[in-house]
């Protein structure tokens, strides 16, 4: 499991560098919301333009992407009837809550595992296109309703064509369908602007973590402790009944939706809290301890399901 721990290894190292730049204070006051207006509108919708427009259709398709639908929309349901009934958060806090639980980073962690440990980056794909075509929408159209206090139908339906990450999402998907290919001066700059949205957000994220304690006292432990325990026992567990039960899975196609499943809580998440203001040290935290519980329970699935 070297490629595991290489793939968190390189992730970890970057966060450390956003917290160093904070902690010397190298990018002054407001740095934090320049950065994540620029990943938001900028960088990832071009790097998600590529990765998806270069990606194979046949795997955009695959049955991964039934068995990762129901694992998380099992865990969004179940974080939802509890801070929503039982705990009593408003329709923001309880969107970011179930973000946490079931929205997998299949794009900064996953692509690095689909490589160093299943071999094949196309393999993240069909979990980046169900994230981003169909539950990023949704997320999205909540969280802009909720904290704008206009819930218009109108508004809701012109949510995925005001968002840059959905836009981009879906021409990408649409090229790979097509087989038609931008030129290369058009994606060359695409793809090395794109290339930033990685970094940057775990730039980001590392920042973020600098002069607070995670899980303290006011900042909605019990949320990101409830998000946490979903996301890395929860919705990798779901993937194998699932997967074995129901699909018929084994082997190699077994082990991808369970790794892909017991993937951390996606940066994408805390970005989004932090750009609509609700939620932010839970969204950063249910991150953070998803990201160090994502390693042994990626061990474990490695050890128990990954082909001999």
């Known amino acids: 499991m070297i490629g595991v721990l290489t793939g968190f290894a390189v992730i970890a190292a970057i966060i450390g560098l ?25 960088l990832t919708p071009l790097l998600l333009l590529t990765v998806l427009s270069e990606a194979d259709v046949s795997r955009l398709f695959s049955s991964l992407i039934p068995i990762s639908a129901i694992a998380a929309v099992s865990c969004f349901l179940i974080a939802t009837v509890v801070a929503r009934f039982v705990w009593r958060r408003g329709v923001p806090e309880t969107t970011i809550v179930a973000l946490a639980s079931g929205y997998v980073n299949a794009n900064n962690i996953g692509l690095p595992i689909a490589i160093f440990v299943l071999g094949d980056a196309a393999l993240a794909a069909p979990v980046i296109l169900l994230n981003l075509t169909v539950f990023a929408p949704i997320a999205l159209a909540v969280l802009d309703v909720s904290t704008s206090g206009r819930a218009s139908i109108g508004r809701i339906l012109l949510q995925p064509i005001r968002n840059p990450i959905i836009i981009a999402s879906l021409v990408g998907v649409l090229l790979a369908v097509t087989g038609l290919r931008l030129p290369e001066i058009v994606l060359e700059p695409v793809r090395l602007v794109g290339g930033a949205a990685v970094p940057i957000i775990l730039l980001l994220f590392g920042m973020s973590l600098h002069g607070v304690r995670v899980l303290a006292p006011g900042t909605g432990r019990r949320d990101a402790l409830l998000a946490t325990a979903l996301k890395v026992v929860v919705m990798p567990t779901i993937a194998w009944l699932v997967g074995w039960l129901v699909f018929g899975l084994s082997g190699m196609p077994l082990f991808t939706v369970v790794v892909f499943a017991a993937l951390p809580a996606a940066q994408h998440v805390f970005s989004w809290a932090h750009r609509f203001d609700r939620h932010v040290a839970v969204a950063r935290d249910a991150v953070l301890l998803s990201t160090i519980g994502a390693v042994p329970a990626l061990l474990v699935i490695a050890a128990t399901l990954a082909p001999r």
Not at 18 to 42: H, K, M, N, T, Y
């Open 18 to 42: 956003g917290w160093i730049i904070a902690r010397i204070g190298l990018l002054g006051e407001g740095a934090d919301q320049v950065l994540s207006r620029l990943a938001f509108f900028v």
